[in-house]
C-alpha cells in the first residue's frame, strides 16, 4: 500500500493506492457518515460496486446511484437526476458521496457533492488511470451544451482510495489514454522521476499493477505538490497543462472520441517539446520521449487529414491565450517547465514539420 498526504490552504487529506483497497473503504475512512451515496457508471457497476456495498454493510443507510458510462454523463440532467435522488432520500449535511469511477463519475458526483445541501462530504475511489489525475486537486464539474467542464467548483474530497486492481479490467485504450498523463508528470517534474518512470514503464505489455502503484503514487505526488503551491491555477498548476494546447484542439478537429484526451495530449507533449528547442535554442530529448510513447501504444505524430490552420485556428480560442498569441507550457529541460507565448509564425513552421 502507497500513501501519502496532500495540503492545499482549504484542506488536507489522504492519498491512499493499493491492490484491493475497495475491499477495506470502511477502514480507511477514518470519520463517520450518517449515509453513504455511491456514484457510479454502468461498466463499473457490474464489476465493483457489490464489493463497495459490501465494504459498507455494517452501515444503515448505504445507497447507489448508476450513471450512463461515458461523457454524456457529465451534463446537467444527469447531475438533476442524482439531485433529487438525493433530495428525496432526505439526507442530511453529514452525508456522504462517494465517487467510484474514472474521470466522468469523479467529476460529477464531486459536483454533486460540492453542491448538494450547500457541500458534503465525497471520496474518490478512481477505477481509471487517467483519474490518478482527476481525483486529485479539487476541480469538479460537469459539462455545458457549448463547453466542456464550463460549470463547477473548486471541492476536495476527504480522501482518494484508489484500488489499482480495478486497472485490471480498464480498457486498452482507457488505458493508453492514462499513461500520456503519468508520463506528462514524470516530464514536468525532475529528470530523476523522468528516468525511473522511462525506466519503470517500458512497454505497455510489461507493466505490472504493483509497479503501477508506485508509480501512479510518483505522479499523484507532482500533481498534489503543483496543487498545494496554486490550487486555482494562477501560477504554477498552469504547467499541468503541459501537451494540452495542440492536446485539446487535435481532440476537437479530429471529432470527440477519434482521439482520447490521452492520445492528443501525447502528440501535444512531442510538439511542445519541438517548440521548446525552436524557442530557447537547445536541444531536448525529443527522439527518447517519442520512442517511449510509441512503445507505451501512444500515437506520436498529428493524424493525416487534419488541417493544420484549422489546429492553429482552436488554438487561438484556447483559454490561455494573450494578446493574440498562443500560450504554450515549454520546456527549458526535462523538470523545468515555463509557460510561454509563441508566435503564431513558429506554431505554424513547426507544425509543418509534424507530419505522420
Ligand atoms: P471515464 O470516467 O469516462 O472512464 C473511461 C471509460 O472506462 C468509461 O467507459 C468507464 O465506464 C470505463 N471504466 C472506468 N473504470 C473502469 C474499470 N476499472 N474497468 C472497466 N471499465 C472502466 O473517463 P476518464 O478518462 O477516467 O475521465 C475523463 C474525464 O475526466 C473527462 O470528463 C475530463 O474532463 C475529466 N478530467 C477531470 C480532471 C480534473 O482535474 N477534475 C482532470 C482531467 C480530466
Ligand atoms: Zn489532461
Known amino acids: 500500500m502507497e500513501q501519502f498526504t496532500i495540503t492545499t490552504p482549504h484542506k488536507t487529506y489522504p492519498v491512499v493506492i493499493g491492490k484491493g483497497l475497495r475491499h477495506q473503504l470502511l477502514e480507511l475512512l477514518k470519520k463517520e457518515f450518517s449515509a453513504y451515496v455511491i456514484v457510479t457508471d454502468s461498466q463499473i457497476a457490474p464489476l465493483y460496486l457489490e464489493d463497495v456495498k459490501k465494504a459498507l454493510m455494517s452501515k444503515p443507510k448505504v445507497y447507489s446511484y448508476v450513471v450512463p458510462s461515458g461523457e454524456a454523463s457529465k451534463d446537467f440532467d444527469t447531475y438533476k437526476r442524482l439531485i433529487d435522488y438525493m433530495v428525496e432520500l432526505n439526507l442530511d449535511r453529514q452525508c456522504c458521496v462517494i465517487a467510484l469511477g474514472g474521470g466522468v463519475v469523479g467529476d460529477l458526483a464531486g459536483f454533486v457533492a460540492a453542491s448538494f445541501l450547500r457541500g458534503v462530504a465525497f471520496v474518490q475511489m478512481p477505477t481509471t488511470l487517467l483519474a490518478h489525475d482527476s481525483s486529485l486537486g479539487g476541480k469538479v464539474g460537469i459539462n455545458h451544451d457549448l463547453g466542456k467542464n464550463l460549470i463547477g467548483a473548486f471541492y476536495h474530497p476527504e480522501a482518494v482510495i484508489y484500488d489499482t486492481e480495478t486497472l485490471s479490467s480498464l480498457p486498452e485504450k ?111 530529448p525529443i527522439e527518447e520521449i517519442t520512442d517511449w510513447l510509441g512503445r507505451l501504444g501512444l500515437p506520436t505524430s498529428i493524424p493525416k487529414g487534419l488541417d493544420k490552420a484549422k489546429l492553429v485556428q482552436t488554438m487561438k480560442y484556447d483559454k490561455k491565450r494573450t494578446d493574440g498569441q498562443i500560450v504554450f507550457v515549454l520546456l527549458k529541460a526535462i523538470g523545468e517547465p515555463k509557460t510561454q507565448a509563441v508566435p503564431e509564425d513558429l506554431i505554424i513552421e513547426v507544425l509543418e514539420d509534424f507530419h505522420e
Not at 508528470?185 to 507493466?207: F, N, T
Not at 504547467?239 to 495542440?246: E, I, R
Open 174 to 284: 482507457e488505458w493508453r489514454s492514462g499513461l500520456a498523463e503519468v508520463v506528462k508528470h514524470g516530464i514536468i517534474d525532475s529528470k530523476a522521476l523522468y528516468d525511473k518512470m522511462r525506466q519503470l514503464l517500458p512497454e505497455r505489455q510489461a507493466i505490472s499493477v504493483e509497479v503501477m502503484a508506485s508509480i501512479l503514487k510518483e505522479a499523484m505526488m507532482v500533481k498534489a505538490n503543483i496543487v498545494a503551491q496554486d490550487e486555482t491555477e494562477s501560477g504554477v498548476r498552469k504547467f499541468l497543462n503541459f501537451g494540452h494546447t495542440l492536446g485539446h484542439a487535435l481532440e476537437k478537429e479530429s471529432g470527440y472520441g477519434a482521439l482520447t484526451h490521452g492520445e492528443g495530449v501525447a502528440i501535444g507533449m512531442i510538439f511542445a517539446l519541438k517548440l521548446s528547442e525552436r524557442v530557447y535554442h537547445h536541444s531536448l
